[in-house]
T-cell receptor, first 116, second 112 residues
């Protein structure tokens, strides 16, 4: 069965600092992996997704994530945090591996705080 | 292209009452999903429609929850009677085989 663990429910960084949000997954099949962001009072927005085409995935707003099969990780990074990045971030895996129609298994979420 | 639309955006009801949430998926998306996030917990899958058929309803918490998808278009999720533990944010999403998920903005349900 697929599962996702996000390490750290809260992460605080200074504006301009590196953002690193950790996600480890477990999957019995080659996975599709996702990062979503939820800004206050808004819905879930897709940041990026891994679909086996390339291990380094670039997303919106300067975010990227690297798929590392040996470490079963899919950590999200951004070189320089901006105040507008403050939000909650969710890592997810599709339960059907390489499919756009499987149900998603979410991690617990990480709240990112950006300090001026 | 219109996105996934959910309404109401917020609902406050008393314990024992009935509430119906609605989701309008992206036109042409055969797959429609409901998810829920209760306070402080992870987002959890409730069920999956393919067109008007329930493909997977393994996440539905109990028989107080009833989901329908009329004619394979919009979907409703009814909670009857509502309990305090049903409070949370209910998300709807739709997808097509060649296109990934799009989520709606969610309905925040508060049962008092």
């Amino acid at each position: 069965a697929q599962s996702v663990t996000q390490l750290g429910s809260h992460v605080s960084v200074s504006e301009g600092a590196l953002v690193l949000l950790r996600c480890n997954y477990s999957s019995s099949v080659p996975p599709y992996l996702f990062w979503y962001v939820q800004y206050p009072n808004q819905g879930l927005q897709l940041l990026l997704k891994y679909t086996s085409a390339a291990t380094l995935v670039k997303g919106i707003n300067g975010f990227e994530a690297e798929f590392k099969k040996s470490e079963t990780s899919f950590h999200l990074t951004k070189p320089s945090a901006h105040m507008s990045d403050a939000a909650e971030y969710f890592c997810a895996v599709s339960d059907q591996g390489s499919s756009n129609t499987g149900k998603l298994i979410f991690g617990q979420g990480t709240t990112l705080q950006v300090k001026p | 292209e219109a996105g996934v639309t959910q309404f109401p955006s917020h609902s406050v009801i008393e314990k024992g009452q009935t509430v119906t949430l609605r989701c309008d998926p992206i036109s042409g998306h055969d797959n429609l999903y409901w998810y829920r996030r209760v306070m402080g917990k992870e987002i959890k899958f409730l069920l999956h429609f393919v067109k008007e058929s329930k493909q997977d309803e393994s996440g539905m918490p109990n028989n107080r929850f009833l989901a329908e998808r009329t004619g394979g278009t919009y979907s409703t999720l009814k909670v009857q009677p509502a309990e305090l533990e049903d409070s949370g944010v209910y998300f709807c999403a739709s997808s097509a085989a060649s296109y990934g998920y799009t989520f709606g903005s969610g309905t925040r349900l508060t049962v008092v």
